[in-house]
Structures are given as structure tokens and as C-alpha cells.
């Protein structure tokens, strides 16, 4: 289960890595239809996973900063998109796919209503190099606690 997102929201924002309309190959999954999956390394060594949101020609979206596993009946947190992707065995390869019809990443709605009350918000994190506004927007989102599901 995904617990926290941070959302990016195109040219205008300057911690996007479209900010400015920047179209490279790198970034051209977020210019895809909603649900193609962005995956970038970072500082040589860690895959993030990031989902396109807006739809085509719009580069927003959402990167993956921790999920919830449930091996086995005991609920385990991954927390950092580094080790998302580390545990998930994601890399290069899933870059440009379809996660709605993907074969080699499975998404699923399995019901559960998480309560508006264990929803919080804060800003992004490791985005001061896009000065105090845009490092200060509150786009970060994460489950603080997690009632049976």
C-alpha cells in the first residue's frame, strides 16, 4: 500500500523535473498519459518511482516515498523512494510503462478508506534548491497511522 506521495505540478514548479517546459528524454514520462510510470536514478545509486498524474502533454505527478508491505500478515513500512524502489526491484527498465495495463507492476484498489484525520501534508523534502517558495509548498502527503484496513 502506498503511504506517502510528494506531487510535482509541471513547468511552473520550480523542484519539477519539467520545470520551465524542460522536455529531455529523461523527463518525458511525465508528459504521458496519467499512470505512466517515471523511473529516474538519483546521486548515481537510488531509482525513484513516480506515477504521471494530469495526463498527456501535462508533466505533473506523484513520487512514491513509502509504502506498506504486508508479507506474511505482518505489516512492514518501506519508507524513502530509494528503498521503495530497492525493495520493489524497480529500476530503468519500468521507465515509460503503463502501470494501468503493465505486466511487470501491478496496481490495485483493494478498498481500504483510509480516515481524512490520518492524512497529513507538509512540504517536500530535499527540494530547498527551488528556493522557499516552492521547498515550502505543502505537497507531501503520508498516512500518520493506519487503523485496520
Given at each position: 500500500?502506498?503511504?506517502e506521495v510528494e506531487a510535482y505540478k509541471g513547468p511552473q514548479d520550480k523542484a519539477c523535473h519539467a520545470y520551465g517546459g524542460r522536455r529531455t528524454p529523461?523527463?518525458?514520462p511525465l508528459y504521458g498519459e496519467g499512470g505512466t510510470v517515471y523511473v529516474y536514478l538519483v546521486y548515481g545509486m537510488h531509482w525513484l518511482l513516480n506515477f504521471s498524474?494530469?495526463?498527456e502533454?501535462?508533466?505533473e505527478g506523484v513520487l512514491v516515498r513509502a509504502i506498506l508491505t504486508d508479507?506474511?500478515?505482518a505489516r512492514d513500512p518501506v519508507v524513502g523512494p530509494g528503498n521503495v524502489s530497492r525493495y520493489l526491484r524497480i529500476d530503468k527498465r519500468l521507465d515509460g510503462a503503463d502501470a494501468t495495463d503493465s505486466k511487470q507492476m501491478w496496481l490495485e484498489d483493494r478498498g481500504?478508506?483510509?480516515p481524512a484525520r490520518c492524512v497529513r501534508r507538509g512540504p517536500r523534502v530535499g527540494v530547498e534548491f527551488a528556493g522557499p517558495y516552492w521547498a515550502a509548498?505543502?505537497?507531501r502527503f503520508w498516512i500518520e497511522q493506519q487503523e485496520d484496513a
Amino acid at each position: 500500500m502506498i503511504t506517502e506521495v510528494e506531487a510535482y505540478k509541471g513547468p511552473q514548479d520550480k523542484a519539477c523535473h519539467a520545470y520551465g517546459g524542460r522536455r529531455t528524454p529523461r523527463v518525458e514520462p511525465l508528459y504521458g498519459e496519467g499512470g505512466t510510470v517515471y523511473v529516474y536514478l538519483v546521486y548515481g545509486m537510488h531509482w525513484l518511482l513516480n506515477f504521471s498524474t494530469a495526463g498527456e502533454g501535462r508533466p505533473e505527478g506523484v513520487l512514491v516515498r513509502a509504502i506498506l508491505t504486508d508479507p506474511d500478515g505482518a505489516r512492514d513500512p518501506v519508507v524513502g523512494p530509494g528503498n521503495v524502489s530497492r525493495y520493489l526491484r524497480i529500476d530503468k527498465r519500468l521507465d515509460g510503462a503503463d502501470a494501468t495495463d503493465s505486466k511487470q507492476m501491478w496496481l490495485e484498489d483493494r478498498g481500504v478508506r483510509v480516515p481524512a484525520r490520518c492524512v497529513r501534508r507538509g512540504p517536500r523534502v530535499g527540494v530547498e534548491f527551488a528556493g522557499p517558495y516552492w521547498a515550502a509548498r505543502p505537497w507531501r502527503f503520508w498516512i500518520e497511522q493506519q487503523e485496520d484496513a
